[in-house]
C-alpha cells in the first residue's frame, strides 16, 4: 500500500492539516533502490581491490614484460592517481546534463571492456592507459556521484515552482535547527544531497575566494601533500616482502590483513571523534606519526609477523588521514565551501598519486635499496605530523569548530 504525506507550507505558520490533499508519494526509482544499493555495494567490494593488489601485480609485471621499475610502476601511480583527478570529467559531464544514472553506467562498461583488453596488453605502455587510466574511472565515477547524487522522495502532481523552492538559490545555507551529523560522515553527502548539481558549481565559484583566503586551508594542502607519499605504501610492500625471503602468497596475505585492517580503523575513528570525542586535530597529528614510524620501521623487519605489525600501522593511519580530509575541510572552512575546496584538494592529492611512486621509482633504481624507499616515505611523513601541530594550534584557539 502507498504511503500517503500531506504536503505543509513551511511558510504558512499556522495549517489546517485536515483540509489539505493528500499526495502520494512514490520511491526513488518506482522501487528499484535496492538494486542501486546492490550494485553500489558489488562495487565497493570489487573496485578498491584493483589498488590495493598493485604490489603483488608489480612483481609479476617485472617478470612479465622486463622493464624498468620506474616506468612499470607509472601503470599503478595512474590508477591511484585517477581516483581523484577524475573528478573535474565527472563535473563537466554534469554541466551538459547528463545523469547520475548514465555517468555511472558509462563508467562501469569502460571499466568492465578495459579490465578485459588489459589482459591481452604486449606491453607496459598498453597497460598504462588500459589499466591505469580507464579501469579505474568507474570508481571515480562512483565517488563523484555519491557526494553529488540528488537523493529525494518525489511526490506526485509536484510543480516546478515546488521543485524550485526545494533546490533553493545559490546562496542557500543549511537550516540552522538541522539534526547535527555524526562527524565522521562524509559530509559533502548529507550537504550536497539537497542542492542540484547545477548549483554546486554555482557556489564553487561564489565561494572560492573565500576558500582562497583562508591561511589554515593552505596548511592542510601542504599536510596532504605529505600524506599523500603514503598512499604507495602497498605498491612496494610486497616487493619487500619477496627481497626478505618471504613467498608471494605471504606477501599477498600480508596485503589482505592490511585491507582489513583498513575497513577496521575506519570504525576505530568514528569511535574515537564521535564517542569519546578526540578532536579531529590530534588524531590528524596522531596518524601521521604513526604512519611515517610504520613507514620507518619496514627496513628492519625480516619476518611475516613484523611486517603485519608495520602494515598495520600504516593502514591505520592512512585510513584516520583519508577519513578526515572532508571532516577538516568543512570544520575549518564551513559546509559552504566545502565543495570547491575539497575539489581542489582532490585535484592536488590526484597529481601527488601520480608523481610519488614515479619518483620512489626513480628512487630505488637509483640505489637498488627498497629500504630507501621506505626512508624516504617516513622523512616526508614525519614533516607533515610536524606541519599538522599547526591544526591542532588553530583548533585549540578555537581558529575553527567542528
Known sequence: MPCRMRKVDAKTPEVDVANQPETEVRPPDGGWGWVVCLACFLTNCTVPGTTSINGILLIELL???????????????????????????????????????????????????SAVASSFAPNVETLIFTYGILVDNERTSVDEMEGTANIGFETE???????????????????????????????????????????????????????????????????????????????????????????????????????IIGIVSLLLIGFLVDIIHIPTSYILMMSLFITSLGSLLIPFCQSFGTLVSCAAMNSIGTNFGISLRIVLISAILGTDNMTAAYSILSTLIGILYIIYPTLKGFVYEATQQLSVVFYFDSAILFLGAVLSCGIVYAQKTEKFVE
Open 63 to 113: 617478470k612479465l614484460f622486463n622493464e624498468s621499475f620506474s616506468k612499470t610502476t607509472i601503470v599503478f601511480s595512474i590508477i591511484a592517481g585517477a581516483i581523484m583527478f577524475g573528478g573535474p570529467l565527472v563535473s563537466v559531464a554534469l554541466m551538459f546534463k547528463a545523469s547520475h544514472r548514465q555517468i555511472m553506467m558509462v563508467g562501469g562498461i569502460v571499466a568492465a571492456a
Open 157 to 259: 502532481g509536484e510543480n516546478q515552482e515546488t521543485k524550485d523552492e526545494k533546490c533553493g538559490d545559490s546562496n542557500r545555507r543549511i537550516s540552522e535547527d538541522t539534526k547535527p551529523l555524526p562527524k565522521t560522515l562524509r559530509a559533502r553527502k548529507s550537504i550536497t544531497s539537497e542542492i542540484v548539481p547545477s548549483e554546486i558549481y554555482k557556489r564553487e565559484s561564489i565561494y572560492c575566494n573565500t576558500t582562497f583566503k583562508n591561511k589554515y586551508f593552505y596548511l592542510l594542502l601542504a599536510i596532504y601533500t605529505t600524506y599523500s607519499v603514503g598512499e604507495s605504501f602497498y605498491i612496494y610492500i610486497p616487493l619487500y616482502a619477496v627481497s626478505v625471503g618471504l613467498s608471494e602468497e605471504e606477501s599477498s596475505l600480508i596485503m589482505a590483513i592490511y585491507g
